[in-house]
């Protein structure tokens, strides 16, 4: 019988300790993920506190400065150089008209395509005249002799685009960085991306910044207070024997105050009347109308 109960007992120790552990370690695993949720959520409450600080704006505006004029000086740049093209191409085209004059070819109106070279003079002679744009006709556009001088013309090229697009960027009368062209855009991407940044950095967009970061602390601590209740239950599973234990031993004196005072009813004739006031016992151990013990 000793050998069953002290199986049993260390069974039960052993039990206890697999419990214990589990309780521990719930309640450790849900302070970190909680923790954790919550660290995050005070991250992101700093992220969001920089981002709409005041030296966050002030920083983003001389951004803005910096590229607005780092663009300006793109735009001269590139209107030399196109204005350096544009010279290069319609000296090109006047040496190659003085060529074909010292040939003695004329310039005549009505020369059609199949003339050869007298349709060349009349082509280039045409688009060098600038009383009128001939460059706007696909006969001059796409001729080889004068397609790279009507792409100039007609601010088609790559730099005259380049130009058009700063141009636009700058207008002060539409927000073109609202377009995906301008932002993907290398030449405007970074005055387009600051330009979007100081744009967010109104109290409206700071408000709902700060909504975004309040359920990481809500369920950072619900998850807290779960585990801690989960593993507090446990805890109460394993010390479930002790505790019946505790409380058993705390009522023994009382259980065992009450049998003596059985016992002594049984052993012991109660007087029909209180010794001490003379009211009548009823059969009780303490007098009800002075409170004294009857038994001693």
Same mark, same amino acid.
């Given at each position: 019988?000793?050998?069953?109960?002290?199986?049993?007992?260390?069974?039960?120790?052993?039990?206890?300790?697999?419990?214990?552990?589990?309780?521990?370690?719930?309640?450790?695993?849900?302070?970190?993920?909680?923790?954790?949720?919550?660290?995050?959520?005070?991250?992101?409450?700093?992220?969001?506190?920089?981002?709409?600080?005041?030296?966050?704006?002030?920083?983003?505006?001389?951004?803005?400065?910096?590229?607005?004029?780092?663009?300006?000086?793109? *735009?001269?740049?590139?209107?030399?150089?196109?204005?350096?093209?544009?010279?290069?191409?319609?000296?090109?085209?006047?040496?190659?008209?003085?060529?074909?004059?010292?040939?003695?070819?004329?310039?005549?109106?009505?020369?059609?395509?199949?003339?050869?070279?007298?349709?060349?003079?009349?082509?280039?002679?045409?688009?060098?005249?600038?009383? =009128?744009?001939?460059?706007?006709?696909?006969?001059?556009?796409?001729?080889?002799?004068?397609?790279?001088?009507?792409?100039?013309?007609?601010?088609?090229?790559?730099?005259?685009?380049?130009?058009?697009?700063?141009?636009?960027?700058?207008?002060?009368?539409?927000?073109?960085?609202?377009?995906?062209?301008?932002?993907?855009?290398?030449?405007?991407?970074?005055?387009?991306?600051?330009?979007?940044?100081?744009?967010?950095?109104?109290?409206?967009?700071?408000?709902?910044?700060?909504? *975004? =970061?309040?359920?990481?602390?809500?369920?950072?601590?619900?998850?807290?207070?779960?585990?801690?209740?989960?593993?507090?239950?446990?805890?109460?599973?394993?010390?479930?024997?002790?505790?019946?234990? =505790?409380?058993?031993?705390?009522?023994?004196?009382?259980?065992?105050?009450?049998?003596?005072?059985?016992?002594?009813?049984?052993?012991?004739?109660?007087?029909?009347?209180?010794?001490?006031?003379?009211?009548?016992?009823?059969?009780?151990?303490?007098?009800?109308?002075?409170?004294?013990?009857?038994?001693?």
């Amino acid at each position: 019988m000793k050998s069953k109960e002290r199986l049993s007992e260390e069974k039960y120790q052993k039990k206890k300790r697999k419990i214990m552990i589990v309780s521990l370690m719930i309640f450790i695993i849900g302070l970190l993920i909680g923790g954790s949720l919550i660290l995050i959520g005070i991250m992101r409450k700093n992220d969001i506190t920089n981002q709409y600080s005041e030296n966050n704006k002030k920083g983003i505006e001389e951004n803005i400065k910096h590229e607005k004029e780092n663009l300006k000086t793109k *735009k001269e740049e590139l209107t030399r150089k196109r204005n350096t093209n544009l010279n290069e191409e319609k000296k090109l085209l006047e040496t190659k008209k003085a060529e074909l004059e010292k040939k003695g070819i004329k310039y005549d109106l009505f020369t059609q395509y199949t003339d050869g070279e007298a349709y060349d003079l009349k082509i280039i002679t045409e688009v060098l005249d600038p009383s =009128f744009l001939f460059c706007a006709f696909d006969a001059y556009k796409n001729n080889s002799l004068t397609t790279n001088y009507c792409a100039l013309i007609n601010n088609v090229d790559t730099t005259s685009k380049d130009i058009k697009t700063i141009d636009n960027v700058l207008n002060s009368n539409f927000n073109y960085c609202m377009l995906d062209e301008y932002v993907d855009n290398p030449l405007t991407n970074k005055y387009c991306t600051y330009l979007k940044e100081d744009a967010k950095l109104t109290n409206v967009n700071k408000n709902i910044e700060t909504i *975004k =970061f309040i359920p990481y602390y809500v369920t950072g601590g619900f998850v807290i207070v779960i585990t801690i209740a989960l593993a507090f239950i446990f805890y109460l599973i394993a010390k479930r024997r002790d505790i019946i234990a =505790f409380s058993i031993q705390q009522m023994k004196p009382i259980v065992e105050g009450k049998m003596i005072l059985d016992q002594k009813m049984k052993e012991e004739d109660l007087p029909p009347h209180c010794p001490h006031c003379g009211a009548p016992t009823k059969k009780k151990i303490i007098c009800e109308y002075c409170g004294c013990k009857i038994i001693k």
